[in-house]
């Protein structure tokens, strides 16, 4: 029995440890996906450079808007990884429509 209870802890922790190693395994996955990225890249070549996003969603921005005016913006905004505390990171690319009306990548964050 005891060589049970032994058996079981140590799984328990090693699958604890592996877990750990996965979670560092998917951020560094998104950091070299993000390295691959460069500013005013179109969402074709995002996504013929890192594929294509977990979600994605089109609404307003209100934080430092590209333009320099003060106010909200028309963004998208693509999700890659899994969000949530201890799920092993994401991360955001920011879109904003050009005068073309073709969306461009302008920034991104790794979280």
């Not at 799984?11 to 190693?21: D, K, N, Q, V």
């Not at 690319?93 to 073309?100: A, K, S, T």
């Amino acid at each position: 029995m005891n060589c049970v209870r032994l058996l079981l802890i140590s799984i328990m922790l090693g699958g604890t440890h592996l877990a750990a190693y996965a979670e560092e395994d998917k951020w560094a996955q998104l950091r070299a996906m993000s390295l691959q990225l460069r500013g005013n890249m179109t969402e074709n070549q995002v996504a013929k450079a890192i594929g294509a996003p977990k979600e994605m969603q089109v609404g307003t921005c209100s934080v430092d808007r590209p333009d320099g005016q003060s106010g909200p913006w028309m963004c998208k905004i693509y999700t890659y990884g899994t969000a949530g505390f201890g799920t092993g990171g994401w991360m955001w690319l920011y879109f904003q429509r050009d005068p073309h009306g073709d969306w461009r990548l302008l920034r991104w964050s790794v979280l």
